[in-house]
């Protein structure tokens, strides 16, 4: 999963620096001032699983230094450490893109390496530096959960094209490498290891700081618009292929599921030929109580369509609970001037809140199709000067199916604005849990502080889940990043709580056409969801069932069971990078609480043990097998797992 530093500055990042071996300054400081809201530049961070990592925020606030004594006062100045550690990092060189130290940077540096009333300077390795802190800073302080950037947030949202198509990879790829592992394990062909190394470094080039949060020039953007669509091409190719060997030759149609939950019947990381519809309510739509109102309904939701097309009801008829808030439309576009004080593409600011139009009027709404199976309403609107600037949204309910599917096509032509997606629902909820990789996050929906008044856009990956005790609502994206969440009170005591998806910008700098053209997203609201069931969903949006046509099934490559609690998901199955002809399986409790699971290969493994995520073996990491060949696995939460299955020889 994807996490650009400008959609918040990762606290590991000196540590990969140094994995990269990377060059920087050490710089002795002088002073103690406690400036920072945090008041302390080297801690240890600790992420969701409770893994702590020595972390270093240089406090001469740049990664583009030169070495200046202004820069190096200013470090002094801004260092919270004094009185247990004497060193901080200058990042320095020219440019932001790695273009390395120039002559007058390193003669900076050798005039200050003892100068009288300047901090004195170092050239050595970042891993120099971390060792030097772990030697002098016994204790260090804790900073526990998300390090929140207050700045760049609209890099969650600009360039929503090259968004889409980054997530659009990430999944052909899990898919390719899953399919073609099953060809591998099934004897069929051989693993296409350079193939995939080859893709994997066009996805990850694209995801250059400024390239993938959308903070490039136009011919930057125009460049990986080519380089994504030829890698999608190339990926849905590679998994056509393993598919039609896998399946074999044959007119059947057969659903291939990707995904780490079953789907339809076809079970997960597997696929089975195509069922028929299961006997049941099929879905029925009709005229709601006032003029060019619609009721949908499929025994398991009811959805009430104003004429607008707009979703003023959307009942969980499990529970018997009503989800829109009273008086509000749920489905509602909204569109707000964007106008950052400062830096367009990077920065949304919060006084974009202070205008805004509901795009409440339509031009047409119409059944485009009606039948047991599914009912899809499709709804037109222009907005916009002179009405450039056109959507159209579809709502889906499927028979079946506790779910509604809602997609939204845009033709975008404005500049300065930014469109979300509104869904004020009936909840009062705490907190949003949203996605992040191989776990969620609790954001508080309370403005206490001025940290929680700064999180007014907040980013999550495939889902946002929101509930009360009891009862929960999930959205799952299959594109956009962006959100925001409030609450306020109603009149008659009840909490709306809205969560808004940021769909679209159309910032001028650094690209002036930034935006314009055609979009598509797809999102998910599921009444009743669980946080089980929101990463379900959330998988189910990006990884939906992919049917082809051949003779057979295809049994799963691994299966996991851990007693139907559906809290670990298996995120990666993979040929071993050492081309062994060994099966990695990269899995996760996803719920944050521990869990025990039996891990059971689809094919003969003579052992499996635990490896690191560069699948380096893990002393003591060896899995004891039961009599039916599963291995026995046990997870705390939100801890990520690799396996490495070995086969016997060939």
């Given at each position: 999963?994807?996490?650009?530093?400008?959609?918040?500055?990762?606290?590991?990042?000196?540590?990969?620096?140094?994995?990269?071996?990377?060059?920087?300054?050490?710089?002795?400081?002088?002073?103690?001032?406690?400036?920072?809201?945090?008041?302390?530049?080297?801690?240890?961070?600790?992420?969701?699983?409770?893994?702590?990592?020595?972390?270093?925020f240089?406090?001469?606030?740049?990664?583009?230094?030169?070495?200046?004594?202004?820069?190096?006062?200013?470090a002094?100045?801004?260092d919270?450490?004094?009185?247990?550690?004497?060193?901080?990092?200058?990042?320095?060189?020219?440019?932001?893109?790695?273009?390395?130290?120039?002559?007058?940077?390193?003669?900076?540096?050798?005039?200050?390496?003892?100068?009288?009333?300047?901090?004195?300077v170092?050239?050595?390795?970042?891993?120099?530096?971390?060792?030097?802190?772990?030697?002098?800073?016994?204790?260090?302080?804790?900073?526990?959960g998300?390090?929140?950037?207050?700045?760049?947030?609209?890099?969650?949202?600009?360039?929503?094209?090259?968004?889409?198509?980054n997530r659009?990879c990430?999944?052909?790829?899990?898919?390719a490498?899953?399919?073609?592992?099953?060809?591998?394990?099934?004897?069929?062909?051989?693993?296409?290891?350079?193939?995939?190394?080859?893709?994997?470094?066009?996805?990850?080039?694209?995801?250059?700081?400024?390239?993938?949060?959308?903070?490039?020039?136009?011919?930057?953007?125009?460049?990986?618009?080519?380089?994504?669509?030829?890698?999608?091409?190339?990926?849905?190719?590679?998994?056509?292929?393993?598919?039609?060997?896998?399946?074999?030759?044959?007119?059947?149609?057969?659903?291939?599921?990707?995904?780490?939950?079953?789907?339809?019947?076809?079970?997960?990381?597997?696929?089975?030929?195509?069922?028929?519809?299961?006997?049941?309510?099929?879905?029925?739509?009709?005229?709601?109580?006032?003029?060019?109102?619609?009721v949908?309904?499929?025994?398991?939701?009811?959805?009430?369509?104003?004429?607008?097309?707009?979703?003023?009801?959307?009942?969980?008829?499990?529970?018997?609970?009503?989800?829109?808030?009273?008086?509000?439309?749920?489905?509602?576009l909204?569109?707000?001037r964007?106008?950052?004080?400062?830096?367009?593409?990077?920065?949304?600011?919060?006084?974009?809140?202070?205008?805004?139009?509901?795009?409440?009027?339509?031009?047409?709404?119409?059944?485009?199709?009606?039948?047991?199976?599914?009912?899809?309403?499709?709804?037109?609107r222009?907005?916009?000067?002179?009405?450039?600037?056109?959507?159209?949204?579809?709502?889906r309910?499927?028979?079946?199916?506790?779910?509604?599917?809602?997609?939204?096509?845009?033709?975008?032509?404005?500049?300065?604005k930014?469109?979300?997606?509104?869904?004020?629902?009936?909840?009062?909820?705490?907190?949003?849990?949203?996605?992040?990789?191989?776990?969620?996050?609790?954001?508080?929906l309370?403005?206490?502080?001025?940290?929680?008044?700064?999180?007014?856009?907040?980013?999550?990956?495939?889902?946002?889940h929101?509930?009360?005790?009891?009862?929960?609502?999930?959205?799952?994206?299959?594109?956009?990043?962006?959100?925001?969440?409030?609450?306020t009170?109603?009149?008659?005591?009840?909490?709306t709580?809205?969560?808004?998806?940021?769909?679209?910008?159309?910032?001028?700098?650094?690209?002036?056409?930034?935006?314009?053209?055609?979009?598509?997203?797809?999102?998910?609201?599921?009444?009743?969801?669980?946080?089980?069931?929101?990463?379900?969903?959330?998988?189910?949006?990006?990884?939906?069932?992919?049917?082809?046509?051949g003779?057979?099934?295809?049994?799963?490559?691994?299966?996991?069971?851990?007693?139907?609690r559906?809290?670990?998901?298996?995120?990666?199955?993979k040929?071993?990078?050492?081309?062994?002809?060994?099966?990695?399986?990269?899995?996760?409790?996803?719920?944050?609480?521990?869990?025990?699971?039996?891990?059971?290969?689809?094919?003969?493994?003579?052992?499996?043990?635990?490896?690191?995520?560069?699948?380096?073996?893990?002393?003591?990491?060896?899995?004891?097998r039961?009599?039916?060949?599963?291995?026995?696995?046990?997870?705390?939460?939100?801890?990520?797992?690799?396996?490495?299955l070995?086969?016997?020889?060939?």
């Open positions: 999963m994807w996490l650009p530093d400008s959609f918040g500055y990762s606290a590991a990042w000196p540590q990969l620096a140094r994995l990269a071996g990377a060059r920087y300054f050490l710089t002795q400081k002088l002073s103690w001032n406690q400036t920072n809201v945090f008041p302390h530049s080297t801690f240890l961070w600790e992420g969701i699983d409770g893994t702590r990592i020595l972390t270093h240089p406090p001469v606030a740049t990664y583009n230094a030169e070495l200046s004594p202004e820069e190096l006062a200013r002094s100045r801004g919270t450490v004094h009185g247990r550690g004497t060193r901080s990092l200058v990042p320095f060189g020219y440019g932001d893109g790695g273009g390395g130290p120039t002559h007058e940077m390193l003669e900076r540096a050798a005039r200050q390496r003892d100068l009288e009333g300047s901090p004195r170092e050239v050595a390795s970042p891993a120099t530096f971390f060792r030097e802190v772990e030697e002098e800073q016994a204790e260090l302080p804790v900073w526990s998300e390090l929140y950037l207050e700045l760049h947030r609209g890099t969650f949202t600009s360039q929503a094209r090259l968004k889409r198509a659009r990430e999944h052909l790829l899990r898919e490498e899953l399919w073609w592992t099953a060809v591998l394990v099934a004897g069929l062909g051989e693993y296409p290891d350079a193939d995939l190394d080859s893709c994997w470094k066009t996805l990850l080039l694209q995801q250059f700081h400024d390239i993938l949060p959308g903070s490039s020039i136009a011919w930057v953007n125009d460049d990986a618009a080519a380089a994504y669509a030829g890698l999608e091409e190339h990926l849905e190719e590679l998994v056509g292929t393993a598919l039609s060997l896998l399946t074999g030759p044959g007119d059947d149609a057969v659903a291939c599921n990707a995904g780490p939950f079953a789907l339809s019947g076809v079970p997960a990381l597997g696929a089975a030929p195509l069922a028929a519809p299961a006997p049941g309510p099929g879905v029925t739509i009709g005229p709601g109580d006032t003029p060019g109102s619609l949908l309904d499929n025994g398991l939701v009811r959805l009430g369509l104003v004429a607008a097309g707009l979703l003023a009801s959307v009942r969980d008829l499990v529970e018997d609970r009503e989800l829109v808030a009273p008086g509000c439309r749920a489905n509602l909204q569109l707000h964007d106008l950052p004080n400062r830096w367009g593409a990077w920065d949304v600011d919060a006084f974009y809140r202070r205008s805004v139009v509901d795009l409440d009027a339509c031009d047409a709404v119409e059944v485009v199709e009606d039948g047991p199976a599914q009912v899809v309403v499709e709804v037109r222009s907005f916009g000067a002179r009405g450039a600037s056109r959507a159209v949204q579809r709502v309910l499927r028979a079946l199916e506790r779910r509604v599917e809602l997609e939204t096509e845009v033709d975008w032509q404005e500049d300065e930014l469109l979300k997606l509104a869904f004020p629902v009936d909840v009062r909820a705490e907190w949003t849990s949203a996605e992040i990789q191989y776990g969620h996050v609790r954001r508080p309370h403005v206490n502080t001025s940290w929680d008044a700064a999180r007014f856009e907040v980013v999550m990956h495939r889902f946002v929101l509930g009360e005790d009891g009862y929960g609502v999930a959205l799952a994206s299959d594109s956009t990043y962006g959100y925001d969440a409030t609450r009170t109603r009149p008659d005591g009840g909490t709580t809205t969560v808004r998806l940021s769909l679209v910008r159309g910032p001028r700098f650094p690209d002036p056409r930034a935006d314009h053209g055609h979009h598509r997203f797809g999102v998910m609201l599921a009444p009743g969801a669980t946080t089980r069931g929101a990463v379900a969903e959330g998988y189910r949006a990006n990884l939906p069932l992919r049917v082809v046509t003779r057979s099934g295809v049994a799963p490559v691994v299966a996991v069971d851990d007693g139907g559906g809290a670990v998901v298996v995120e990666a199955v040929a071993a990078d050492d081309r062994s002809g060994a099966v990695v399986v990269r899995l996760y409790e996803a719920l944050g609480g521990r869990v025990r699971a039996l891990l059971t290969p689809g094919f003969p493994a003579v052992s499996a043990a635990r490896a690191d995520l560069l699948e380096r073996p893990l002393a003591g990491g060896e899995l004891a039961d009599d039916q060949g599963g291995f026995a696995l046990e997870l705390r939460p939100f801890e990520v797992v690799t396996v490495v070995r086969r016997p020889p060939a």
